[in-house]
């Protein structure tokens, strides 16, 4: 063998070498894209609110169960009135980058501005719960899928039962949600629908903004204004636990019927002994969990449906003595 072919040989076998040390320190697949856990915000209304405290549960169990998928950054607001706070949070979850936004909005229109320069930023928003308003959202052109209840149909269902109760010409009343949230604004339309039915009169409907002390001071000036009260339907519980407080200091417990919605557990003492009639289950920890499923699905290149509609129970005492008390549902992954 020649010197020449000898060195070729030998710069041969370095270039295989050094050929074989680069694909060694490569990836298998070098264009694959970098798979990263997707961080999804929910914002919720007011935590002292043990609806959406439920709802944080139901979501923070089902991040448990899928933490290789995403990160939850779980935020609320602490008055149901302070919508500056809800938008301030949209913004710091539009600053940090967040992959989605999945929002109880606590006023259906004021927040849909800033969720819409979340969307511009190229951030996946749902909106749960409390359903966004038609015109803000064509004013914006913007449409952003909703993931809730029914909740013209699940005060309705609460009402008509009430209605079995009831005489026609009896007079009842209403305790209102936050007269701009489109969930306050359903429950008293299905409320109102079910007492036409009933052939009862509404004398009076007022809001009370989901607050138990301030539905304590409403329902008291009710019952002054409207001595013959049969009944006072409640847009909330918390609202339902201000009626009884107030319909207790007058000395009528138990002689008007108390309508509820949510099915926090604190109520449902209060059902069991008569002193509340009924109450709406919207299972708050799932529409939660729906919400972030859909987020999760756009990110992944899905096409969310416009609305996906999640379950409403009557709640009456019937249903609880045949219930052992009532714990988050277990979410499914």
């Known amino acids: 063998m020649s010197n020449r072919t000898g060195m070729r040989r030998v710069a041969a076998a370095a270039c295989v070498a050094a050929l074989a040390g680069l694909l060694a320190g490569c990836p298998e697949e070098p264009h694959a894209p970098t798979q990263r856990k997707r961080r999804v915000a929910l914002i919720m209304k007011s935590l002292a609110n043990e609806f959406f405290k439920t709802m944080e549960e139901g979501a923070e169990a089902h991040q448990k169960k899928n933490a290789g998928h995403y990160e939850l950054i779980a935020n609320g607001i602490k008055d149901e009135r302070d919508v500056a706070k809800q938008i301030g949070i949209v913004e710091q979850m539009i600053a940090q980058k967040v992959?989605?936004?999945?929002?109880?909005?606590?006023?259906?229109?004021?927040?849909?501005?800033?969720?819409?320069?979340a969307i511009d930023a190229g951030i996946v928003v749902v909106n749960i719960d409390n359903k966004f308003d038609e015109a803000a959202l064509q004013e914006r052109k913007v449409q952003i899928p909703f993931v809730g209840p029914d909740n013209r149909k699940g005060a309705r269902m609460a009402g008509e039962h009430l209605g079995t109760r009831l005489k026609r010409g009896d007079k009842v009343a209403i305790v209102q949600g936050i007269p701009n949230a489109i969930n306050g604004v359903m429950r008293r339309l299905g409320f109102e629908a079910a007492m036409d039915e009933a052939g009862a009169e509404v004398v009076t409907s007022q809001t009370a903004y989901w607050e138990m002390a301030k539905a304590e001071k409403v329902v008291s000036g009710m019952l002054t204004q409207h001595p013959d009260l049969k009944a006072i339907l409640c847009a909330n519980d918390s609202?339902?636990?201000?009626?009884?407080?107030?319909?207790?200091?007058?000395?009528?417990?138990?002689?008007?019927?108390?309508?509820?919605?949510?099915?926090?557990?604190?109520?449902?003492?209060?059902?069991?002994?008569?002193?509340?009639?009924?109450?709406v289950d919207q299972h708050a920890d799932q529409i939660a969990v729906e919400g972030i499923r859909m987020a999760l699905d756009v990110l992944a290149g899905e096409t969310p449906p416009p609305q996906r509609d999640t379950r409403v129970d009557l709640i009456t005492a019937e249903v609880l003595k045949q219930r052992k008390p009532k714990e988050p549902a277990e979410p499914q992954s």
């Open 239 to 279: 609202m339902a636990l201000g009626a009884v407080a107030a319909l207790k200091a007058a000395g009528k417990l138990g002689e008007v019927h108390v309508v509820g919605f949510d099915n926090i557990s604190a109520i449902q003492e209060y059902i069991l002994d008569g002193k509340v009639l009924c109450t």
């Open 99 to 117: 992959d989605a936004i999945v929002i109880a909005p606590a006023d259906s229109a004021a927040l849909v501005p800033v969720c819409k320069r």
